[in-house]
Nanobody, 116 residues
């Protein structure tokens, strides 16, 4: 099982980014997927958004509702997170995680920094 996150970077407050997660080594279209993040200096992970295996059901934490959109392309085994109206508090390393996977399985993450 492998996850390769990409697309992060430095963006000004109010800006946008789309991050991606290329998954391999398992039947991607059979699993619900999530985006989680780890903020600077924080130990734990925060669940940001989730999507079911077909893409028909999506969930978000309150702080990103209306700003972030999760999506997936099962033909490409890829998960996406479109992030608009970014805020400094969105600064974090973002990881994709599959629901029901082995604990701790995770890619290297992609760094998103929101700063002027």
């Amino acid at each position: 099982v492998q996850f390769v996150e990409s697309g992060g970077g430095l963006v000004q407050p109010g800006g946008s980014l789309m991050i991606s997660c290329a998954a391999s080594g398992f039947a991607f279209d059979q699993y619900s997927m999530t985006w989680v993040r780890q903020g600077p200096g924080k130990v734990g992970l925060e669940l940001v958004s989730g999507i079911d295996s077909s893409g028909g059901h999506r969930t978000y934490i309150d702080s990103v509702k209306g700003r972030f959109t999760i999506s997936r392309d099962n033909a490409k085994n890829t998960l996406y997170l479109q992030m608009n109206a970014l805020r400094p508090e969105d600064t974090a390393v973002y990881f994709c995680v599959r629901i029901g996977g082995d604990p701790g399985e995770r890619g290297q993450g992609t760094q998103v920094t929101v700063s002027s």
